[in-house]
């Protein structure tokens, strides 16, 4: 199995997930030179991280790769659970983690050309989307009350947010309201798994 990475970047999940099955595989590092690549858009046309490739199967998205590794071992327990409710708990979180509050850092990272050269519309977009992440993330913050983990226990789902306060750090977004998302912070950070990870892509803890 290869996996296609950017440091840092939403791929730091499957990563993640791959060092938990114990099973080897292969860590390639990308750019934005190699996924525009056409060698690359071949095989991903949307040009993005995370990739995986495992012999004739090629596979984006960071849902699609987590459920397969998932499905192809079990043993692993990437969701945190042996059963179908603990799994679903766990699958709710990573849901909203990638398909809203993930995109919710569009406009953050990259400001949309309509908006480009209008210091005031940049200005109130980026206030927005920020905005938009705090309250999100609250939800997360509420749910951690009584708990350690999104789910049951430890699982991709707490990868997920864990990158995501990763880049609320990187942007120095104040997340002081939400006085739980720290100690989790620091809770999955601390795991064996992350930080091959983070060491393996050069980043800081």
Not at 114 to 125: C, D, L, N, T, W
């Amino acid at each position: 199995m290869k996996l296609y990475y950017m440091p840092g970047a939403c791929s730091m999940v499957p990563h993640t997930a791959l060092e938990w099955t114990g099973q080897p595989y292969e860590a390639q590092a990308a750019n934005m030179q190699l996924i525009k690549s056409p060698d690359y858009l071949k095989l991903n046309p949307q040009g993005a991280v995370p990739l995986l490739v495992d012999g004739e199967l090629v596979l984006p998205q960071n849902v699609a790769i987590l459920q397969y590794l998932d499905a192809r071992f079990p043993q692993a327990r990437l969701f945190g659970s042996d059963t179908i409710e603990g799994r679903a708990r766990a699958w709710r979180w990573l849901a909203f983690l990638n398909a809203d509050v993930h995109k919710a850092f569009g406009p953050v990272f990259h400001m949309p050309a309509y908006a480009k050269g209008k210091p005031e519309f940049e200005a109130a977009i980026q206030q927005a989307a920020r905005d938009s992440i705090v309250a999100m993330l609250a939800q997360a913050d509420a749910h951690l009350a009584g708990q350690e983990h999104l789910g049951d226990a430890l699982s991709v789902a707490d990868v997920y947010l864990y990158v995501l306060l990763r880049w609320c750090r990187s942007i120095q977004l104040d997340l002081g309201s939400l006085p739980r998302l720290a100690p989790f912070f620091a809770r999955i950070g601390a795991n064996p798994g992350v930080q091959a990870v983070i060491a393996q892509e050069g980043l800081k803890p």
